[in-house]
């Protein structure tokens, strides 16, 4: 064992010679964490062997583990790898290797150092990483021995250098006084130091200064290649301003009514259009109304008259509320849903409910762009998980029951919500039953 420990010595050393630190380095930092001591695992696997310990199911349970708390300290040697140190103290039963026992609720104090080999940098969120060190302990104030910590771990961040670990340890012998067991350990860290600002770069110099233009009239043309250089022009007439008797943006070469302000469509003559609504008379076809381009200058035509244009109306031949998308609500045409109800924990239709939705059927087969979406509910007896497939069974019923009745499935969709939305107090047995319901809603 003491070779082991003389070659981590030397591995440590190699480490931190050839570290190469950049600003994915760890910073240092401080950690506290809770740990679990157990001795009694490693012990039962000395003696009866892994197999056997983890076929019998015999690990140690977690409330015989000996608690403790311990500070980390950790520094970044470079991306990879980080140095970690660690005070450890917990108050234990500690079993020497030859079985004897120091006493009950001894002091236990160890100090260890290691080298935790990341395969991840610390810009990733979690990052698994294999740890190795050396440490040495304290029982009661009397009894000091030597370890190796060999383990694996777990890093999660949490922010700008914070973190928290999950750490296993698997605690050599070495000296005579020590003793083999895990340690468990589940902690916080936090830097101690502010990250180091980036370097300001030097400001870029400024461009060389441009040529001097000389622009009498100012342009955007240079003297040298203005015609009309002391007055401001347009480079199509080589900087001279453009002939515009009417000013209408329309040169007289190209304006067919060079007196009279218009447009280039018309050839610099101005738009007829009679009702006012943008659109040219030519093209217009309700010159004296106002209307829109899509339809040629008329206005948007709302076929059933219930001031939802066709466009926007999802029932254009049957008049409809604009909240509804200009379509009808099945609750216009004298339907009451709070008549289709079910009695506590069934999804049969009562003789009310079958009369309520037998009106419901000829209201559907006398306007056919009436299209349904059934939603089933129930009171608050029974489980979330029964009501929410109860609710689902009652809203089925109804729709089975349009569709035994002529109704096309397709026109009708069915969902259950359970208890989720009651509509009365479920302390009572009319709030209950009130509950117990089936709305309906317009497919849009």
């Known amino acids: 064992m003491r070779k ?19 600003d994915l380095t760890k910073r240092p930092t401080l950690g506290i964490n809770f740990f679990l001591k ?8 000395g003696q009866n062997g892994l197999g056997s310990v983890l076929r019998d199911g015999s690990w140690n349970k977690v409330s015989n583990m000996n608690p403790g708390m311990s500070i980390s300290y950790f520094q970044g040697l470079n991306d990879y790898i980080d140095f ?8 234990v039963n500690y079993p020497f290797y030859n079985g004897t026992k120091v ?12 080298v935790n080999l990341k395969l991840l940098t610390d810009n990733y969120a979690v990052v698994p990483y294999l740890s190795a060190g ?17 383990g694996t771990g777990l890093q999660f961040k949490l922010g700008e250098g914070s973190f928290i670990n999950l750490q296993w340890n698997y605690h050599l012998r070495v ?20 990250k180091k600002a980036a370097p300001v770069l030097a400001p870029t110099p400024p461009p060389p200064p441009a040529p001097v233009v000389v622009d009498t009239d100012k342009d955007g043309i240079p003297d040298d290649q203005d015609k009309c250089p002391t007055v401001p022009g347009v480079a199509k007439y080589q900087g001279c301003p453009v002939p515009d008797t009417d000013g209408d ?3 007289d070469e190209n304006d067919k009514c060079p007196t009279v302000p218009g447009v280039a469509k018309y050839q610099g003559c101005p738009i007829p259009d009679t009702d006012g609504d943008g659109i040219n008379d030519e093209e217009d076809k309700c010159p004296t109304v106002p209307g829109v381009a899509r339809y040629q200058g008329c206005p948007i035509p709302d076929t059933d008259g219930d001031g939802v244009n066709d466009e926007e109306d ?27 109800q079910f009695a506590t924990g069934t999804a049969v239709l009562t003789k009310v409910a079958k009369a309520e939705l037998d009106k419901a059927v000829t209201i559907l087969k006398d306007h056919a762009s009436l299209n349904l979406i059934i939603e089933g509910y129930t009171d608050n007896t029974g489980s979330d998980k029964t009501n929410l497939a109860l609710s689902q069974k009652r809203a089925d019923a109804v729709k089975d029951y349009f569709v035994k009745n002529g109704i096309a499935a397709e026109r009708l969709s069915a969902a259950g919500f359970g208890s989720s939305q009651p509509v009365a107090d479920n302390k009572t047995v009319k709030g209950r039953a009130e509950n117990r319901r089936v709305e309906f809603k317009t497919k849009k």
């Open 134 to 150: 050396v440490g040495a302990g304290m029982v009661g104030g009397t009894y000091y021995y030597a370890y190796i910590p060999v």
């Open 84 to 91: 970690m140190a660690s005070l450890h103290g917990t108050f």
């Open 103 to 114: 006493g009950t609720d001894k002091f236990l104090l160890e100090s260890d150092a290691n």
């Open 175 to 194: 000296s005579d006084l020590s003793n083999y067991n895990f340690h468990y350990s589940l902690g916080f860290s936090s830097p101690l130091t502010e």
């Open 249 to 251: 943006g329309i040169n």
């Open 4 to 22: 082991i420990a003389s070659l981590l010595v030397v591995l440590f050393s190699t480490v931190i010679a050839f570290s190469q630190k950049t």
């Open 38 to 45: 157990d001795y009694v695992t490693p012990d039962l696997i």
């Open 314 to 340: 999802k029932c254009p031949t049957e008049k409809g509320p604009a909240s509804n998308a200009g379509c009808p609500e099945i609750k216009d045409f004298g339907f009451n849903y709070k008549q289709v």
